[in-house]
């Protein structure tokens, strides 16, 4: 098995360190009373579980594309999830205490923010968790497929290979393009598209939600293990109605061009709260204290 | 004091009225039209359909000249053309941007309607560039909203061009806002390649460009406004910088792509015109070639061959034959890929059909890169 992570992925640890090491020094300590404004941030639990998974990427089997792999897959603990992607009135205020970039999107207040791009999730998160103490971030594709439950769209293509490639090219884009042009891509207030049965909130409308996932180029054995993978951390899935693969600095998908796929139709946030360890919780606590 | 809305309809519609007097006055031919003779012709009604479609027709003339009746109806509508919800106050012939394709042969008669519903708040014409005289028919068509009327034009060159609106002094806000279609004028022994030979499609797509001019609020964002009225002093800004804000097929970012993706089969042969009012551009199909290609849309000039990209001046229409040959998806773009990618000018073509391995084959799929 040979795995290789470009530069960029080094970078983004690199980047994700230096978020981290800042989180020990209360930033905004002279602003705690906005820090208190924030309002509590609805959570569902998603309940420990198991469920087959299609594995993300682009896989290929005796030199010939084919869907990928699945695999059971167990959440033993469960997780705590947003119930409603971040607001475009949250991120604001990210914004205004200078820890992210201004949305491309132009929604306001309970509206989903859009227009955003995995580098501007990842700020997201890392500035909620400072001010909230707490451990927040972004979805693995495994997370965000379990808690999707049925509104999760299995991207595979049941296509034999006939030496044809154009038939996966054409299916893939006619199941993309499949009511893209009867959908209002304009940004909907939350819940517009209602809960699933984990109690999760518009999933699969029509903002596509950042995962921490990369994307992987693999090779298959005749048994569907995998032979060898690239990995490449530049880009990431984004989730929704169907898997999108991305670059971490696209804040707005775009088709066309050489790819002549269909772009998500928004780019959204969702995070995942991590049960706090004893020790984040004091070292909050102290920083706090501090400030 | 006059309101924007008086002032526009004031200017237009006096200087409309004197203009029509004069061209009547000025053009005794249209006094001595041989009614007889024409009135003999046969006529056809054709009910015009919304692009990137073509009413059906007839590629190699069947029997003699005859009148070709067709009708536009002005809608000034508010339109988004784009993804995230931008409208403009639009002008339109039909409702559609661009406005429908209508096919007659070369030595017909065609005879346009124009009506102007009394809703609408400007007065409209259209400057037909396949006729000859009164301003390409504009100056015999002024017509005021709650006025309709007709022109007859003979169709005496063979190939695709442009018609638009025309009013005084507010011609590029018209045509920009929307107001632009195509007339194709087929040989009446249909089309024939360098050599003479015939050439025949299974298929035609119109792909109007348009290029849209919106204005910004302080914050950046696209401005929307109630009228067209109340649009016209910050558009005419943003058109005299000569940057478009949007460069579209079919009157929308993403118009014919996804469901609305053009289609067709491999073998396949398909006529695409291509028209753009007002600026040039340089239709490319990724993937693919233009088998014979009228540049300049003049079917009395010999195709050119094996195009790759083909050159469609501002204010005309082109032509190109295209037969496909593998399957897959492909994208129709203007090759300045920063207007089809940034500003809009992308369409698909998703075309079915047998793989051919001997035009091309992926020789080894992607994988690490072998160690020497």
Redesign the interface.
């Given at each position: 098995m040979k795995a290789r992570v470009p530069a960029s992925i080094a970078f983004v640890a690199a980047a994700l360190a230096a978020a981290t090491s800042t989180l020990s020094i209360v930033q905004h300590s002279g602003r705690a009373p906005v820090a208190a404004r924030l309002a509590p941030v609805e959570t569902v639990t998603v309940v420990p579980g198991t469920f087959s998974f299609r594995l993300p990427g682009e896989y290929l089997q005796a030199g010939r594309p084919v869907d990928a792999p699945t695999r059971i897959v167990s959440f033993q603990a469960g997780f705590e999830v947003m119930k409603y992607q971040v607001g475009a009135g949250d991120y604001a205020r990210c914004v205004t205490d200078g820890a992210c970039e201004a949305a491309n999107g132009n929604a306001t207040g309970d509206t989903p923010v859009t227009g955003v791009s995995y580098r501007d999730a990842e700020a997201y998160a890392a500035w909620l968790s400072r001010r909230t103490g707490e451990s927040w971030r972004l979805p693995t594709d495994e997370e965000w497929s379990f808690a999707a439950a049925e509104r999760l769209h299995d991207d595979a293509l049941g296509l034999a290979d006939d030496g044809n490639p154009a038939i996966r090219w054409l299916a893939r884009y006619r199941s993309e393009a499949a009511g893209k042009a009867e959908r209002d891509p304009q940004p909907k207030p939350r819940g517009h598209f209602g809960a699933n049965s984990k109690g999760v909130f518009d999933i699969g409308g029509n903002v596509w939600e950042w995962t921490s996932t990369c994307y992987v180029n693999a090779a298959l054995r005749a048994d569907a293990t995998v032979e060898q993978s690239v990995e490449n951390c530049g880009v990431r899935v984004a989730d929704g109605r169907h898997r999108g693969y991305m670059s971490t600095f696209i804040r707005d998908g775009k088709s066309g061009g050489c790819a002549a796929g269909l772009a998500p139709d928004n780019l959204g946030i969702r995070l995942v709260r991590d049960s706090p360890s004893s020790v984040a919780v004091l070292k909050w606590l102290r920083a706090k204290r501090a400030g | 004091m006059l309101t924007r809305r008086e002032a526009l309809l004031g200017t237009a519609a006096g200087a409309a009225t004197a203009a029509l007097f004069a061209a009547m006055a000025a053009t005794p031919v249209l006094a001595e039209v041989r009614a007889g003779d024409i009135s003999t012709l046969p006529r056809e009604k054709v009910t015009l359909v919304a692009p990137p479609f073509v009413h059906e027709h007839q590629q190699v003339a069947i029997g003699g000249p005859k009148i070709v009746e067709f009708q536009l109806t002005v809608k000034e509508q508010t339109m988004v053309i784009d993804?995230?919800?931008t409208t403009m106050q639009a002008m339109t012939y039909n409702g559609s941007i661009p406005a429908p394709m209508m096919v007659v042969h070369e030595g017909d008669y065609l005879e346009l309607t124009l009506v102007n519903p009394e809703t609408n708040e400007m007065p409209h014409n259209v400057d037909f560039h396949a006729a000859t005289g009164a301003l390409g028919g504009a100056k015999l068509l002024d017509v005021n909203p709650g006025e309709q009327a007709t022109i007859r034009f003979k169709a005496t060159r063979a190939g695709t061009f442009v018609y638009h609106c025309a009013p005084a002094g507010m011609i590029p806000w018209h045509v920009v806002s929307g107001m632009s279609g195509t007339v194709m004028v087929l040989p009446r022994d249909g089309l024939k390649d360098e050599a003479g030979k015939p050439l025949k499609y299974d298929r035609i797509y119109y792909v109007g460009e348009n290029e849209f001019y919106i204005p910004r609020d302080e914050n950046g964002?696209f401005k929307k406004f109630d009228s067209l009225g109340d649009s016209y002093d910050e558009t005419l800004k943003v058109m005299r910088g000569l940057i478009p804000t949007h460069v579209v097929f079919n009157g929308k970012v993403?118009a014919l792509?996804?469901?609305?993706?053009m289609k067709a089969s491999v073998g396949e042969t398909v006529l695409f015109v291509h028209s753009q009012a007002n600026r040039d551009t340089r239709p490319h199909i990724?993937g693919g070639h233009g088998d014979h290609v009228w540049e300049q849309g003049k079917f009395a000039n010999p195709p050119a061959k094996d195009l790759e990209t083909w050159f469609v001046r501002g204010g005309s229409a082109g032509a190109a034959l295209y037969t496909f040959l593998?399957?897959?998806?492909?994208?129709y773009?203007n090759h300045n890929?920063i207007e089809?990618?940034?500003l809009g000018a992308?369409a698909?073509i998703?075309?079915?059909?047998?793989?051919n391995?001997d035009l091309m084959a992926?020789v080894?799929?992607?994988?690490?890169i072998a160690s020497y």
């Open positions: - | 993804d995230d919800g964002k993403g792509t996804g469901d609305n993706a990724i593998q399957p897959g998806i492909y994208a773009v890929l089809a990618a940034e992308t698909h998703m075309v079915e059909g047998k793989w391995d992926q080894r799929a992607p994988a690490p």
